[in-house]
């Protein structure tokens, strides 16, 4: 550690939390956060405490990989944009992702309530065509819409999930709000929840902590961005996200890690061999890239993963 930087660490009363995540976060690092000096890199909690905040994911990395019989092997995923795309569209992308085999689509984050695309009209034509698609192919994709909003929206959001036969959506709990997601997912308990980290590096918190926190609450599934994409993530931060979504903590669900932002095929054996296959890889823009030939390049990226996880089991 530099000389210039010094570790502190300080012990506060559980009684001060109220089983709250977000007057968790306020308690941790509410005031601290305003001085531009501090980071707020981890925290030990009591196993009371874990337990009421709530005791970690329903599905995590298990259910997820039940959900699309995928064994023990590594997840696909991709995203549906650009953003401006009408519901049919979008459900274009979403039927063509299908056909190729893939685990996940989901909403891109910027998706929303938009007059281009309303949220009923897109969720209703993206989960029709993933149901046609996988009646041909018979592999379970899953779509995965995005919930934004107010409480009371996205209530409504997930009541439409229901309605269409899902059982998966994705939030940002920057965004959304914390203390929200927690409240969600305990009255959701059927829904696996995926994480975005839109404004989640907005703060100086360390992004394994946040995974860990998201984890604890319930979040099923952490995306963050993978090192040598878009974003300056290093591999030792994605290595300690992974870390905190799948290491062993009492009786907690391991979260399933989601590196994802610029990932290509060319990348996917070298992220296997970085992450193995307690992992979701989620490709988007460099699929999407493909336009005409999409369901060939996401059968091309689906046939990547899975021929992974043969090599592996016969290393």
């Known amino acids: 550690m530099s000389p210039d930087l010094h570790a502190i660490r300080i012990q506060l009363s559980a009684a001060t939390i109220g089983a709250d995540a977000g007057q968790l976060l306020n308690m941790l690092f509410g005031n601290s956060s305003l001085h531009d000096d501090l980071t707020l890199v981890d925290a030990d909690l009591p196993a009371l405490l874990k337990r009421q905040l709530g005791n970690g994911p329903h599905a995590g990395l298990p259910g ?168 300056g993530c290093s591999p030792e931060t994605c290595r300690q996200i992974s870390a905190a979504a799948l290491a062993p903590s009492g009786d907690l669900i391991a979260a399933l890690p989601v590196p994802a932002g610029g990932l290509s095929l060319a990348r996917v054996p070298e992220i296997l061999d970085f992450y193995g296959d307690e992992v979701m890889l989620l490709i988007g823009g460099n699929l999407l890239a493909e336009r005409g030939r999409l369901s060939q390049a996401t059968a091309a990226f689906v046939d990547q993963v899975r021929s992974h996880a043969k090599a592996e089991a016969h290393a």
């Open 64 to 231: 997820l990989r039940a959900r699309v019989n995928a064994g023990a092997r590594a997840l696909t995923a991709s995203a549906l944009k650009p953003q401006g795309l009408p519901p049919e569209e979008l459900a274009e992308l979403a039927h063509a992702f299908a056909l190729g085999g893939i685990d996940y689509v989901k909403d891109d984050h910027g998706l929303a309530q938009q007059d281009f695309s309303p949220f009923h009209l897109r969720v209703a034509a993206c989960a029709g065509a993933v149901r046609r698609a996988t009646a041909s192919t018979g592999h379970p994709t899953r779509y995965v819409p995005s919930l934004s909003g107010s409480l009371d929206a996205v209530r409504d959001q997930l009541r439409i999930l229901r309605e269409e036969g899902l059982d998966t959506a994705m939030v940002a709990p920057a965004i959304l709000g914390l203390s929200n997601v927690q409240q969600l997912i305990r009255d959701h308990d059927d829904i696996a929840f995926l994480a975005h980290p839109s404004l989640a590096g907005a703060a100086r918190i360390a992004p394994a902590f946040l995974a860990k926190l998201w984890r604890l609450v319930g979040l099923d599934a952490v995306i963050f961005p993978n090192f040598g994409g878009r974003f």
